[in-house]
């Protein structure tokens, strides 16, 4: 498993910038190129790789134009050809859930699902709608990186202890010299973003010699519920990372007021370009209205988020060897109407961070990760199985009298529901009311819980659910 790692330029030539700037730029018009021509079907989904790309134009002399080295070129057709290639594989991931929602055949599923495989999904009409119209291409909004392949640069310490990377530049044999801020060399293939007036050298190193990676995992199988105030809650009850939600909720509320000021001040340049004063429209844009600090502020905050959701997925680890999670990558639209405010926090509601923390700790230190079915896992009760009423962070259970803390029953229920033979991860959330009814109105009626597995049965038998958290 790989880590992306980050230097920074310091003290950077302006000179040396502008140069910088102006390869990415002839380099971005490369990757528009292979998007606009290879972005389709007749690019990736043909089979199409980036080195036949790279013959192509050899042959045919389309790299003459773009003014840039040879091996700068061919890395960046490689590199859009992945991106495009990522971008074809996300589709189907959506592909495939719609293909598990349109039909219960195992037949039919099983058809579509390698037609999509084999990329023939053109030849059905319900395939190639749904590719259409998750596959977002033809379109390359980078112009801001340059890709260096690893045996193109080279790095030096001067006499003052500090690390310089030299990378190609525009002419051949005349190479970049890059300051940075680290004392450590970066290895691999670099990509270089060019933000905020200096230069981030992105590489990858294994992940096996991070620090974290050497700690082991719990030997217990635990349960997990995001939450907003916290990152995580665990079926033990214990919270972790509960800074979380204070540092997005003050980070929204400092956007909010910020947004507002810089807003009457684009108002008031605006004013003043219609009545041709042009003079103070541009002393407003210049020393008002710039990106580079709030560029850096927010690269600050993600930081500061993925640090504490990453230090929260390490403490789970901590005692787990299986962590049992909901499917983050999962899309939920829910029903009621939420205020302009709290819609504004919920959209820094930072799932994917999360997602990306557990797999990425859990395959590091040894511990299995699984996904459920997380539907009405906030709605119903652990104890009993019925469905209740939430409000705020209590759950209202009717039939066992009981307020339960939400967060913890929720991540009880995801434990549960990691060995629920009847509730898979892609079964439709109507199915699943409809199990948790019929079990509840079985268990009412005293009648024995008919399940679809005699092992799970026999498993219940021998494990009843118990559980003492209660507040």
Known sequence: MKATRIAYSTALNVGKHVALVEQARRLGRVRSEVWQRYGSVGGVGSGLTDRQVRDRWLADGTHVRFGVLANAWKETVRDAMADIAAN???AKVEVRRAITRRTNDPAERKRMFTALAVDRWAEDPFLDRQMRKHWKRGRNRTHDQIVVRADKYNTVVDGRGRLWLAVPGLQRRRMVRIPLSTTVAPAGTLRLILRGGRVEVHYQIDASQLRSSQRPCGGRTVGVDKGYTEALTDSDGARHGCGLGELLSSESDRLKERNRRRAKLRSIANNAARHGDHAKEHRIAANNLGTVKRDRQAARHRARVRTEIFTAVHRVVD???????????????????LGRNVNRRLAAWTKGVTAEALASVSERRGSALVHVNAAYTSQTCHRCGALGRRGGDRFHCTPCGVVWQADVNAAINIRQRAGDPDIALHTPHQRVKQILQDRTDRHRTRLPVQDSSP??????????NRSAMSK
């Open 88 to 90: 074809l594989a996300a």
């Open 319 to 337: 005692k787990a060897a299986t962590v049992v999670a909901e499917d983050l990558t999962n899309r939920f639209a829910g029903r009621t109407t």
């Open 455 to 464: 092992a799970a049965a026999e498993r219940r038998a021998n494990h009843p």
